[in-house]
């Protein structure tokens, strides 16, 4: 309930932060000054979008602590669990994409990190950090791909993935306790 509530909070603050945020490289940095200084509650929003998304992240792990030290992960719920496994997961990627956007020095330097570790991925390193990329460094074009990413790709694959998720928990007779 707690991680689905703050979607929802993510979900409101982040469009009202897309009316004030042009994802461009010359742009983004000046848009979040403007956001904190100019607009009427600016950085309230941000700073509860910020830390929502923080909070989500924590909330959803120790939901899936709790599912697992429960074993509610066990038959018949064993298919909702690889669900939730893959909602951690975009939870994660919500969270690495966004990140990049502010455009500031420790957002660059941290996307630049977590994207060279796709190199040493087998098979499709170098294809990998390119097509995370858009390019061979950070730059517009990771820019760009990035707040696509995050505002419309991952939000509606997980909106679809929680559908699918509360579903399974109504069928599968509620949410279970210790066995």
């Known amino acids: 309930g707690l991680s689905f509530f ?93 990140y990049l956007l502010p455009w500031d020095q420790i957002a660059y330097w941290a996307i630049t990190v977590g994207t060279q570790m796709a190199t040493y991925a087998p098979l499709l390193s170098s294809e990998s950090s390119f097509f995370i990329l858009g390019g061979v460094q950070v730059g517009q074009g990771t820019l760009l791909r990035f707040y696509v990413a995050h505002v419309i790709v991952f939000p509606l694959i997980a909106a679809i993935f929680m559908i699918v998720h509360f579903w399974r928990i109504r069928k599968d007779g509620g949410i279970s306790g210790p066995v």
């Open 6 to 98: 703050l979607f929802i909070l993510l979900t409101v603050t982040g469009i009202f932060l897309m009316f004030f945020y042009r994802p461009t490289a010359t742009q983004a940095w000046d848009d979040i000054q403007a956001l904190h200084t100019s607009v009427a509650f600016g950085l309230l929003v941000r700073n509860m979008h910020r830390w929502g998304a923080h909070l989500m992240v924590l909330s959803v792990f120790l939901h899936m602590a709790r599912v697992f030290y429960h074993g509610a992960y066990k038959p018949p719920r064993e298919f909702n669990w690889v669900i939730g496994v893959l909602l951690l997961f975009f939870t994660l990627a919500l969270s690495f994409t966004g």
